[in-house]
């Protein structure tokens, strides 16, 4: 090689390691999240998780969430609630928005108006609950509520992002906000698509002081790279749950802490009750004893995980039936006594069939992207077949299976399938809305897509929801627990454990959010 | 002048095909944009305020309004909004182009340049160490998966060694102007270019190796020998030069896809490219994105096309004599 080539190769490589050096010293709390999030405003932010908590470190609500589900007043002092649909609100003093104009009880009237008048799935439903808003003085507003609403606090107050009246008034397509501004701890200082976000401690904020001077929260798409820059030291955290495979790793690596808890995101095996041999509560019932819940947690989620109770909530859920914990499990011998009950008996090819020519073998769609859920398929299928229920497993794109469960997620349009994988999200439980999951009015079940209706479960839901009394209303979600695990229109297979790694040395104030994990705004906050 | 106006008809008509198909591939995906129109709990909205969201969008016309709304919109330039990024179509493939174009462009000179140098030393030294050893190399290089490659060159270089980054384009709170950014990116662009380099090496290398083999056993070539020429003029001057018609077929070809990016390893590095965007498209049936971007990269391709069709006669004699 000519000598001036060497010296231009070594000037390069000794420069590059300078700029290393340099880029990395006095460094900002770095942090992967999963994929881009818009402008992290409330119509433009696109997870609930992380999303959420994200756009929530810059738009804060009424209320907050603690870490044991419990909602604390947050911009709001105080809150008496009169006729169970009277809610006076007093506002926290001294609260400005973050260009130092104060937030008001006008801020918080237009807020809910402005969800009422521009329709987003998460937010326009709590928010049409209002029927009446009052705005006292500039720190006190009294809601009204159309109906009793035991859950409202949670799913509305502490909730709904309030916005800046003085930035949102002239904003029609609010889809194409691009400045995010609000009451919370963080700025947003920069925002590069799909690449990364730069948040700043907000000096001003009313609250706990923020943990970080600056939060760099990088798009990393990828599992296994946001595992290895976590290793490689180049995040300190990621919003990810770590897979079970390589929890062992990161719980023996000394430069890197593993939190676990409970997690509230389901997975289920939901079904179509409206199909032959699907309709008989007998049949469904063998499926649910059929198969082996234990299995599936110590195979796929290699033990960090929660077996499904019958009753769905999550054990750790404080509305959580402890007699619906545990399914009934039987062997095939008594699958065949059972399904002789009810007419059915072995044809030639081992399947069950009764005397109207109705076959117990089902098509079963599973998620094609979803390694998990399509391995749960598998393994399922077997458990059945053994039983002598034919389940064939059909693995299609993600987004082809919710078009065939749930079209245009509107469950009125029926369903085009026997037998499904499917998950709800964590808010479902946390919320226990067995309302929306079994309620027969489509306009009241939303999250029903095995067609289910049972006057029975749709009277206690409709009376939980207006049930304020906390011991009374948990009385109630115990009998939908138990009707639930009687008829089971949907199998709760398994709670996935959220287990969640981090550097100590970069941060160790995380705390675990029951069913959520270490990432809400209690972790971002000095307390 | 007869020939050109014959090639263009054709491109026209690959045009009008390629928009149409724009058009209709993504809504024949089962599923729907809703998510992404009315956030993530489109379940929690009454059937009538999804409704309304789709009218929004024009998603409750029939199919053949759609297209004649869509073939007026994209012929005057209105693109429309990207579902999930609320920004216009266009804007956000121009943020990814120069992305794209630094990763794909420096992967696709490094492996061309490399390519032909190899593939012309390895058919001079046919069947000697350094043809077997490259042969062999490409085919396994070749046969990897791309994103397993990657993975293993950020397990050695990144996570064992810590010399490069993992992820991104730059270093978010690094600095952003002068040579210390230029350095920054070129630390960043270090492992995908890397591995995109890897991947498409062995695509050069065989054609340049094949056809180097084919013009070393040509007349002109023994002719050259026996004039008593030096080796070496007579592998650049006579063998390389010939040989590498057939290559810049291949290089223009490539040329088309510069700006489709490299979807697994912008993906694997999270390099914030056209690749990524048009993959995120897909999933979130963020049809204005997939509208754009397909067309932009479906003009592309036929810019190349059209390219190498102008060059051609330019560099090989012989084909202007039967195009005119």
């Not at chain 2, 089962?30 to 999804?50: C, H, T, Y």
Request: glycine fraction near 8%; aromatic fraction near 10%; proline fraction near 6%.
């Amino acid at each position: 090689m000519h000598v001036l080539t060497r010296i231009a190769v070594a000037a390069l490589a000794w420069s590059l390691l300078a700029s290393a050096w340099a880029v990395n010293h006095g460094l900002p709390m770095r942090m992967a999240i999963t994929q881009d999030e818009g402008t992290l405003t409330p119509y433009t932010y696109q997870t609930g998780y992380p999303g959420y908590e994200l756009m929530t470190l810059i738009y804060e609500q009424l209320f907050l969430m603690d870490e044991d589900l419990v909602p604390q007043p947050w911009l709001a002092a105080s809150l008496d609630i009169h006729d169970d649909v009277h809610y006076r609100i007093e506002l926290r003093e001294g609260v400005m928005w973050q260009d130092g104009t104060p937030f008001t009880a006008d801020d918080v009237a237009f807020s809910i108006g402005y969800y009422q008048t521009h329709v987003l799935g998460r937010f326009t439903t709590s928010a049409n609950k209002v029927v009446d808003v009052e705005v006292a003085s500039d720190l006190e507003v009294t809601l009204t509520l159309a109906a009793p609403d035991a859950g409202f606090v949670q799913t509305g107050l502490a909730d709904l992002p309030m916005l800046p009246r003085h930035v949102w008034e002239g904003i029609d397509e609010p889809r194409n906000m691009t400045e995010a501004m609000g009451t919370g701890p963080y700025r947003l200082i920069e925002y590069q698509p799909e690449q990364f976000y730069r948040l700043a401690a907000n000096d001003e904020y009313w609250g706990p002081e923020p943990a970080f001077d600056t939060l760099i929260a990088a798009v990393i798409r990828d599992e296994t790279a946001t595992f290895q820059a976590l290793q490689a030291g180049e995040i300190d955290v990621a919003v990810r749950p770590v897979p079970a495979g390589t929890v062992e790793r990161f719980e023996a690596a000394r430069d890197i802490d593993v939190q676990q808890g409970a997690g509230f995101p389901s997975t289920i095996l939901i079904m179509d009750v409206t199909q032959p041999g699907l309709d008989d509560v007998r049949v469904r019932q063998v499926i649910a004893s059929s198969i082996d819940y234990v299995r599936l947690v110590d195979i796929l989620l290699l033990g960090y995980g929660t077996l499904g109770t019958p009753g769905f909530l999550h054990p750790a859920n404080p509305f959580a039936n402890p007699d619906t914990a545990e399914y009934e499990r039987i062997t095939p011998e008594q699958v065949a006594g059972r399904l002789g009950e009810a007419g059915y008996t072995r044809g030639g090819d081992g399947v069950f069939e009764n005397a109207d020519g109705v076959r117990l073998a089902f098509e079963f769609l599973a998620p094609a992207n979803n390694p998990t859920r399509l391995r749960a398929a598998e393994l399922i299928a077997l458990d059945l077949n053994a039983a002598g229920i034919r389940v064939t497993v059909r693995s299609i794109e993600n987004e082809a299976l919710v078009q065939r469960a749930w079209p245009d997620f509107d469950v009125s349009q029926g369903r085009d399938f026997e037998l499904s994988m499917f998950g709800w999200s964590a808010p479902v439980n946390a919320q226990a809305n067995l309302r929306g999951l079994l309620h027969s009015d489509t306009t009241k079940g939303t999250l029903n897509l095995s067609g289910y209706g049972d006057p029975e479960v749709d009277r206690l839901t409709d009376e939980a929801l207006v049930t304020t009394d906390p011991d009374a209303r948990r009385e109630l979600l115990y009998r939908v627990q138990e009707r639930l695990a009687d008829d089971l229109p949907l199998i709760t297979l398994f709670y996935q454990d959220g287990i969640y790694a981090y550097r100590p040395a970069a941060y160790d104030g995380w705390t675990y959010m029951a069913g959520q994990g270490i990432i809400h705004k209690g972790s971002f906050l000095r307390r | 002048m007869h020939w050109y106006l014959g090639r263009i008809g054709q491109y026209a008509l690959v045009l009008l095909a390629a928009l149409s198909l724009n058009f209709l591939l993504p809504r024949a995906m089962p599923g729907s944009p809703l998510r992404f129109l009315a956030g993530e709990d489109v379940g929690m909205l009454a059937p009538a305020q999804v409704a309304e969201i789709r009218a929004r969008y024009g998603l409750d016309q029939s199919l053949g309004a759609q297209y004649v709304t869509y073939l007026r919109n994209m012929a005057t330039g209105q693109w429309g909004f990207s579902y999930q990024l609320g920004k216009p179509v266009l804007a956000a493939i121009r943020d990814r182009l120069p992305w794209t174009l630094l990763l794909v462009g420096s992967s696709l000179l490094v492996a061309t340049l490399f390519g032909i140098f190899v593939g012309a030393l390895a058919a001079w030294r046919r069947g000697r160490g350094l043809d077997t050893a490259s042969l062999t190399g490409a085919i396994v290089v070749d046969s990897l998966p791309t994103f397993w490659l990657g993975m293993i060159l950020v397990a050695v270089f990144a996570v064992e060694l810590r010399w490069l980054p993992i992820y991104g384009a730059y270093t978010p709170w690094g600095p952003r102007s002068g040579l210390p950014y230029l350095l920054d990116v070129l630390r960043h662009l270090a492992l995908p270019a890397t591995t995109l380099t890897l991947a498409s090496l062995s695509g050069t290398f065989l054609v340049m190796r094949y056809a180097m083999l084919d013009t070393l056993g040509q007349d002109y070539i023994r002719t050259a020998r026996s004039k008593g020429l030096p080796e070496r003029q007579v592998l650049v001057k006579h063998a390389v030069r010939n040989a590498l018609l057939p290559v810049s077929t291949v290089v223009f070809l490539n040329l088309g896809f510069l700006i489709g990016g490299a979807t697994v390893i912008e993906t694997v590095f999270s390099y914030p490219g056209v690749g990524t965007l048009l993959f995120q498209a897909v999933l979130n049936r963020d049809y204005p994105v997939l509208q754009g971007a397909f067309f932009i990269l479906t003009v592309s391709v036929i810019l190349a096309n059209v390219i190498a069709d102008l060059v051609y006669p330019i560099l090989d004699p012989r084909v202007r004599g039967s195009g005119s």
